[in-house]
């Protein structure tokens, strides 16, 4: 028997796929799933920015960035001691990233996240006077 597919079903799977997706937040994606995306791009050079690919791998790592800065901001805010204390701007080149998320062993590279690594990374760059 022939299934037959409507505009309805079609528009809830369109929904049951976009909430699963949607589900990680920006950041979430591991440091394994990072290299492994990233080692398909890192030998076009200067060029591997401009690939749909290195785009989705910037902005996970901008996404992380933000979220990390709106952390830090609340928790000053709060009047709270930070995890770190980094200048309100500074640069980290894609060579240093992807050094630092090198350095974490191959076994727990899954089970970290790239927000995760971004905060170890700062809280190694930028530690808080003592």
């Known amino acids: 028997m022939p299934t037959i597919v409507t505009a309805g079903t079609r528009a809830l799977t369109a929904c049951v796929v976009g909430a699963l997706l949607c589900g990680m937040a920006p950041g979430d994606m591991s440091v394994a ?5 990233a080692d398909t791009v890192l030998p076009l050079g200067p060029l591997a ?10 902005n996970e790592v901008v996404a992380a960035g933000k979220r990390y800065k709106s952390r830090i ?6 009047g709270r001691k ?6 309100e701007s500074g640069t980290l080149t894609p060579e240093q990233w ?8 191959a076994r ?3 089970s970290v996240s ?4 971004f905060d170890a990374l700062m809280k190694k760059r930028y530690p808080c006077p003592a």
């Open 114 to 117: 790239v927000y995760m690594a």
């Open 73 to 78: 901001d609340a928790q000053r805010r709060a």
């Open 98 to 105: 992807i050094a630092h998320l090198r350095g974490y062993p």
């Open 82 to 87: 930070t995890t770190s204390c980094p200048p």
């Open 33 to 37: 799933a990072f290299l492994r995306r």
């Open 49 to 58: 920015i401009a690939t749909p690919e290195g785009i989705r791998l910037r």
């Open 108 to 110: 727990v590279r899954p």
